[in-house]
């Protein structure tokens, strides 16, 4: 069965870095685009990031643009969040998701991992 | 940006009811439009997708409908399990955006 499983959360002061993992098992992690998505403490869903799967076409929201990058390995199907110059509104539970295509165009999640929770405060 | 507006932000209801939720999309988008279940400490759950499509594994009482600007959610029958909230989500464009939410709650 398809099992994402999110590491690397944790509490880090603004200005600071962070790097999240999502490990995948169960399905072939090569042949999927995959997704970032967030939830900010009492807020709604925030699609956050998406790369194609051979990592070719990287796509961002305007609130991460320039701070954050998405990349995965796909020989240790693994997934990642480098995230850089944190801010307090960055705080939020981070889900990763699995994309039914190859590079994010159908957008939706049947599968999404239990979440890495952030918290940035000094 | 295509902006979605769900309707009611919130509602009560009984075991049994019908309930309808309402996503209005800022532009059209034809059917690309997705309807997920979140509880409490759990992930999202993808109901439809593709505005009426029922994901696999997924109880027959949900339905979705719509198309262009306008969209429902139905529960035919209210289930105990399905007290929870209630997003959108469009995917016309990259990145798709999500509607605020409607929680359903215990009447």
């Known amino acids: 069965q398809v099992q994402l499983v999110e590491s690397g959360g944790g509490v880090v002061q603004p200005g600071r870095s962070l790097r999240l993992s999502c490990a995948a098992s169960?399905?072939?992690?090569?042949?999927?685009?995959m997704h970032w998505v967030r939830q900010a403490p009492g807020k709604g869903l925030e699609c956050v990031a998406v790369i194609s799967y051979d990592g070719g076409n990287k796509y961002y929201a305007d609130s991460v643009k320039g701070r954050f990058t998405i990349s995965r390995d796909n020989s240790k199907n693994t997934l990642y969040l480098q995230m850089k110059s944190l801010r307090a509104e960055d705080t939020a539970l981070y889900y990763c998701a699995q994309d039914p295509s190859r590079f994010g165009e159908r957008g939706y999640f049947a599968y999404w991992g239990q979440g890495a929770r952030v918290t940035v405060s000094s | 940006d295509i902006q979605l507006t769900q309707s009611p932000s919130s509602l009560s209801a009984s075991v049994g009811d019908r309930v309808t939720i309402t996503c209005r999309a800022s532009g059209t988008i034809s059917t690309y439009l997705n309807w997920y279940q979140h509880q409490p400490g759990n992930a999202p759950k993808l109901l439809i997708y593709?505005?009426?499509t029922l994901q696999s594994g997924v109880a027959s009482r949900f339905s979705g409908s719509g198309s262009g600007t306008d969209f429902t959610l139905t529960i035919s029958s209210l289930q105990p399990e399905d007290f929870a909230t209630y997003y959108c989500q469009q995917t016309d464009s990259t990145l798709g955006t999500f509607g605020q939410g409607t929680k359903v709650e215990i009447k």
């Open positions: 169960g399905f072939t992690f090569s042949s999927y685009a």
């Open positions: 593709d505005a009426s």
